[in-house]
């Protein structure tokens, strides 16, 4: 493990709080950290280091303590937090950035950290390229020899295909893309990061995972919160740019790629931009967006998107987004890819779903055997992360009776694992420099073209009937309506 100062700017911030210090903690505490590491943190907040690292440690014993966990380990987070640093300045100002290499100069110095420094930008996606450059002009980002720079920025990488570009372009004036690491928190989720595993180490799966035996595959991402206090953001963002050309292309590029010829990072990354590369634009008809309004969570009763603070009253922004997208290659032609997201749906629920093409039905035409169940798996990443076979068997009796029956695995039964949010996997990554789990300028360019029909569609025009699906249902008509088009239905959401 190299020894490395990782300066984290919004050190005060919710993110920061909430998963990026959780997981250096998660990292500490297996030992995944060098004796040399250095937390540093960045914000415009006045303050001290002991004062900031009793905030987050705070923090994190009551979110431990609300989730059931045990108590924090005094020893791990002493560890991690022995050699804290903080600093207050203005990320907009030039001589902030050049008190930052003098405080970064003097760690190094004191705690042999070789010149490797890991920026994570737990920042608005405004100030991305302005840090970029205020870092690179106090040489901040300069690589030499054996010593390493690499910056960690968080989404939204753009908010359409023209920003993506421009993001990228300004990003890449002052660095190497091998010094880009673009975050998407989906990818360090063990389930996420096993379907390639499950497909390229299983000789059973493989020859099965293609357009003979596919019918079609559904892709499932729902939450039961609303916008909280983010109405704001989300009033600009919406579920499509928020959650599709980032976390659900993700997931579809882990089920679709095509065997690297080795996990080295541009191997595998290479062929998730050819699944990209491969998506055809959306269509207008293939698109459904909704709007949650006032409903039912169990007993709970909750406001509509348009009565969250910070929302306009009359917001034609959406909450839930469908579509239909379809991959024009020789694996895939004329297999459906069906995805969804939304907010206030009636259970918090991510799965990938392979429906299997069904069976013939002439062999049992004299049984009391009006259908087959359905072949499915399914592939669950929350809240539980598992695997689940579902398949059709006898029912015990004399008669040829069929039932659907499951297999199933759960990572929770089988491994022992310990607390994550999945961010522990891509800060490790990002400080030993793998960069397989980390999107590249290309495949989000890519991914922001398959979605800009849709943009370009709504711009134009507004939204009928909003809201139109109740909090604490399964979301709006139109996107079943899209699905009984193509003669097929939703799996239920949990």
């Known amino acids: 493990m190299p020894s490395a100062a990782m300066v984290i700017f919004g050190a005060h ?16 505490r297996a030992g995944k950290l060098s004796e040399h590491f250095v937390l540093v943190g960045m914000d415009r907040t006045d303050g001290d280091a002991g004062g900031w690292v009793q905030g987050l440690k705070e923090f994190l014993a009551s979110a431990m303590q609300a989730a059931g966990q045990e108590r924090i380990d005094d020893k791990a987070w002493d560890r991690l937090t022995a050699n804290a640093a903080y600093m207050q300045g203005d990320i907009t100002r030039s001589d902030t950035y050049k008190q930052l290499g003098e405080l970064l100069d003097s760690l190094d110095k004191k705690h042999g950290l070789e010149g490797h420094v890991l920026f994570y930008l737990a920042v608005g996606d405004r100030f991305f390229g302005p840090v970029i450059d205020e870092l690179a002009a106090a040489g901040l980002t300069k690589q030499v020899a054996e010593r390493w720079r690499r910056v ?5 990488f753009g908010h359409d295909l023209a920003s993506a570009k421009a993001l990228n372009e300004h990003i890449l004036k002052s660095l190497d893309e091998s010094q880009v690491f673009r975050m998407d928190h989906f990818l360090g989720k063990e389930t996420v990061q096993n379907i390639m595993a499950f497909r390229f180490a299983n000789g059973m799966f493989e020859h099965m995972w293609n357009r003979d035996r596919i019918d079609h595959v559904q892709v499932t991402v729902a939450e039961t919160v609303g916008v909280e206090q983010r109405g704001s953001f989300y009033e600009v963002t919406g579920a499509l740019r928020d959650m599709v050309p980032n976390h659900v292309f993700q997931l579809i590029a882990m089920v679709a790629m095509e065997p690297p010829v080795s996990f080295a990072a541009d191997d595998v990354r290479n062929k998730k ?4 590369a491969a998506m055809l634009p959306v269509k ?9 309004g006032a409903g039912h969570l169990g007993d709970k009763a909750v406001p509509g998107y348009r009565e969250e603070p910070h929302v306009a009253p009359d917001s034609s922004t959406e909450t839930y987004v469908a ?6 290659n020789w694996r895939w032609a004329g297999v459906p890819f069906y995805v969804r997201t939304g907010k206030r749906l009636t259970k918090r629920w991510t799965e990938i779903a392979l429906r299997f093409k069904e069976a013939p039905y002439a062999l049992f035409q004299d049984a ?3 259908r087959l169940g359905a072949n499915w798996l399914i592939i669950q ?12 068997a006898k029912r015990p009796g004399t008669r040829m009776e069929i039932d659907t029956v499951e297999m199933d695995f759960t990572y929770a039964e089988w491994f022992n694992q310990e ?25 989000v360019e890519l991914a922001w073209r398959v979605v800009q029909p849709a943009l370009d569609l709504w711009a134009t025009r507004q939204p009928s009937g909003f809201p139109d699906y109740t909090a604490g249902s399964d979301g709006p008509a139109c996107s079943d309506a899209m699905l009984k088009r193509d003669g097929r239905v939703w799996r239920k959401i949990g």
């Open 13 to 28: 911030g919710d993110l920061t709080k909430r998963l990026v210090v959780p997981a250096l903690y998660h990292l500490c």
């Open 152 to 156: 960690i920025v968080e989404k939204p």
């Open 273 to 276: 931009a050819d699944v990209f």
């Open 284 to 292: 207008g008809e293939h698109v459904c967006r909704g709007q949650y």
């Open 323 to 328: 579509m239909r997208l379809e991959i024009d």
């Open 368 to 370: 009391p055997v009006d």
């Open 381 to 392: 990443i929350q809240p539980d992360e598992g695997i689940r076979l579902s398949f059709n």
């Open 419 to 443: 607390p994550a949010n999945g961010y522990e996997t891509l800060i490790f990554d990002a400080l030993i420099g793998d960069a397989t789990l980390y999107q590249r300028a290309d495949q």
